[in-house]
């Protein structure tokens, strides 16, 4: 039966050939961390990881099976699942930012819908794949600025480049499951939708956290666009976690956990902006140093934005483990770690710390 227990969860996965897209961004070099952690045979592709990022920063290409390539690029994906014939795919490549989705339209649409494609048409052509979990974003939802979670059922849709090309993405999905995967014997796939990760070793650009970070370690004022915008706070370990137990889940059980899943934290850690930058400060102990100040943007970007995640906790048994100010601490205890091994080490330990708690 699949749980978050740590010994549970290495005894599934020890040995699984696990196929990663996009291991060299963010929630991808963690997910990768931790199928090593857990005993995985681990095989990722993507583009190349920037020099200060988390894939770096662990060493993680000696460690698996690494492939730089874009996952546009149809035949380069068909030839990396045929050298590394995955069972189980959790497909996390994407262009992933709002901001630069405004800037780079057409990049963000073709990688995004394309690409994800692409790693579906490979895994309907690869016969050893048991299972595929597809992961988007909760920005596929088309945000009307309700006050209530949005549930699995609710309409897709997107004002910016980037929410359109993730409800795309699970339009093309849908399609997948209900044309090529329905009746396919050994084989079950769905789609996860989490965002408003934070944790250590996000350097992305145009990101708060990795963005006040650096400020912080400047010395220079914190801009913010929209300090009472609200979002849904959560560790990176929380939803990376849901897409284990989806992905031990499908591998298991089948067909019945197709679908689409919600992963988000908890009511509590709906904060906005201005509240996590302040926390963030107070964590660090710099509190009055930076200054916070409003900058207005021309481009949209919703205000409020949550999840209902009932359909995870009932059917998965997946609940969220970390509280806000959790979340806050590991994340600034990461960042804080004077180098490389340090920050291996805290790794380690966060993952240990979230994994058995959750058992």
Not at 184 to 198: K, M
């Amino acid at each position: 039966m699949a749980t978050l227990n740590i010994e549970n969860m290495k005894n599934f996965f020890t040995g699984k050939k696990i196929l990663v897209t996009g291991h060299t961004g963010f929630k991808g070099g963690w997910l990768s961390k931790i199928l090593i952690e857990l005993g995985a045979e681990v095989t990722g592709l993507s583009l190349p990881p920037r020099e200060d990022s988390f894939f770096k920063s662990m060493n993680l290409k000696d460690q698996i099976h690494h492939f730089e390539d874009d996952i546009r690029d149809f035949r380069a994906v068909q030839s990396v699942f045929d050298q590394s014939e995955p069972e189980i795919v959790f497909h996390l490549a994407a262009q992933a930012l709002v901001q630069r989705s405004y800037h780079e339209p057409l990049e963000t649409l073709s990688t995004n819908i394309i690409g994800s494609s692409n790693i579906l048409e490979a895994t309907k052509r690869s016969a050893g794949v048991r299972a595929c979990v597809y992961i988007t974003s909760d920005k596929c939802y088309l945000n009307r600025e309700w006050v209530w979670g949005y549930r699995e059922t609710d309409q897709l849709g997107g004002h910016d480049p980037y929410s359109a090309s993730k409800a795309a993405a699970e339009l093309v999905f849908e399609s997948y499951l209900k044309s090529f995967f329905a009746e396919r014997e050994n084989f079950a796939c769905a789609s996860a939708r989490a965002g408003n990760v934070i944790g250590g070793g996000d350097w992305s650009d145009n990101r708060l956290v990795p963005d006040c970070v650096r400020s912080i370690n400047k010395g220079i004022t914190i801009e913010l666009k929209k300090p009472d915008a609200t979002r849904p706070w959560q560790h990176v370990l929380e939803p990376l976690s849901g897409y284990l137990l989806l992905g031990q889940k499908l591998f298991e059980d089948g067909k019945k956990f197709n679908g689409s899943w919600n992963f988000g934290p908890q009511a509590a850690n709906v904060k906005t902006v201005g509240e996590l930058v302040n926390a963030l400060l107070l964590e660090y102990g710099m509190d009055h140093r930076v200054e916070l100040k409003s900058e207005k943007d021309k481009f949209y970007e919703s205000n409020l934005l949550q999840l209902n995640c009932d359909k995870a906790n009932i059917l998965l048994g997946w609940t969220p483990r970390w509280d806000f100010q959790t979340c806050i601490k590991h994340t600034v205890d990461w960042y804080k770690a004077p180098d490389a091994e340090h920050r291996n080490i805290v790794t380690e330990n966060q993952i240990n710390s979230y994994f058995s708690e959750a058992g």
